[in-house]
């Protein structure tokens, strides 16, 4: 089964619509790619057809399934369905791209084959996405639900402010790939997805947004299921790995030395902050205000806040109380506007410590 979130050598193409050329190409291409989900597939479908939206096709790509993923998919008769068969598995990026290049909709929307879309999903957000031609990528929050679709009301991401969104997106991958609309012509012209699996929709995301305006609605557009088939280990791993080269990506979006500041960016991202001295993660953070102060590519005091608030859990989590304070105010990082009251209240209780020198 795919990682959640798979296209082509020799395919063997079922119609089950009309030629394109006899046809007004729709509005909205959804992406379905399926590996060995006979147990999820027909759930993930009859969502799709269920839309309150209908100006869409639904391109289905089996990637050399062995269960009855494909005998599942031909049950549905629909003329909006597209179903590429293939017969030998090619892999994650190769079916993302091959059904990306073969789309026709103005906008491209996912859905993984062991979720679920809501019915008002596709409508909404095409509608968005015409009245805010700035905004590249949109996606949604999404219900947690189990193997047998059982949902405990659980989200899978906190709740975003819309002036903060490409901060949070710069420090990790605010998106649900289920609940994701984006361009096709502008994700063509980037490229398209990249040989990172399985972390390729995260990277197209990232090139997506470095230009480009995008929108986060702050209500559940999906079912997100969790089960056992969703990554493996060795997947996990090699996610880890891409994870690197698209951070190191980003960095050079934002004028920073991958080579000097990217060992760094990492520790601090997976909270390692023994990893390096205190001053390799000041000198990286400094160096973020400053490109951005330059190329203007976050809103100054959101992405300064941020700045201090990781130099705050820095600080706390290396130093001892009594040196914390002098770290803490250093004028590169440190305005008291940028503080919560809970840090400015610490803050001052570090200061107290080391007038007296207290020792932990």
């Keep these: 089964m795919y990682r959640k979130g798979y296209i ?47 100006d869409f096709e639904l391109i289905i790509y089996n990637d050399g399934s062995t269960d009855g993923t494909a005998s599942i998919v031909r049950q549905f008769s629909d003329p909006r369905i597209r179903f590429v068969d293939q017969p030998v598995n090619k892999g994650l990026s190769h079916a993302r791209q091959a059904t990306l290049e073969a789309a026709t909709g ?19 957000q095409y509608g ?7 905004v590249i990528l949109c996606g949604g929050n999404a219900v947690l639900i189990d193997e047998k ?17 490409k901060v949070r997106f710069f420090f990790s991958n605010i998106f649900v790939n289920s609940s994701v609309m984006f361009r096709r012509s502008e ?5 398209g997805y990249q040989d990172v699996a399985p972390v390729e929709d995260y990277d197209l995301f990232v ?30 791993d090699r996610a880890i790995a891409h994870l690197r080269t698209i951070k190191d990506n980003q960095l ?34 400094v160096a973020f205000k400053s490109a951005n102060l330059k190329l203007g590519k976050f809103p100054a005091t959101i992405f300064e806040k941020e700045l201090f608030d990781r130099w705050y859990l820095v600080v706390t989590a290396a130093m001892p109380k009594n040196k ?27 200061w107290l410590r080391s007038l007296i020198n207290w020792k932990d």
């Design 8 to 54: 082509c050598g020799a395919v063997i193409f079922i119609r089950m619509s009309k030629h394109i050329g006899q046809q007004r190409l729709p509005g909205v291409s959804v992406l379905m790619l399926a590996y060995n989900v006979e147990q999820y597939i027909g759930s993930a479908i009859q969502s799709i057809l269920d839309q309150s939206f209908g």
């Design 149 to 165: 679709g059982n949902s405990s009301g659980e989200l899978l991401h906190p709740v975003y402010k819309t002036d903060e969104l």
């Design 324 to 350: 914390a304070a002098s770290y803490l105010l250093k004028d590169g990082l440190f305005k008291v506007s940028l503080t919560s009251f809970k840090q400015k209240r610490r803050i001052f209780k570090f």
């Design 187 to 191: 994700a063509l012209l980037l490229g």
């Design 128 to 134: 968005f996405m015409e009245a805010h031609p700035d």
């Design 207 to 236: 090139r997506l947004a470095d230009q480009h305006s995008i929108h986060v609605f702050n209500e559940p557009l999906v079912y997100y299921r969790v089960h056992k088939e969703n990554i493996s280990q060795t997947k996990r």
């Design 106 to 124: 103005k906008y491209i929307a996912i859905l993984d084959s062991d979720d679920i879309s809501f019915s008002e999903r596709l409508g909404l």
């Design 252 to 285: 050079r979006l934002l004028g920073i030395d991958s080579e000097v500041h990217g060992a760094v960016f990492d520790a601090l991202l997976w909270g390692r902050l023994k990893d390096y001295a205190i001053d390799d993660f000041y000198k990286l953070l």
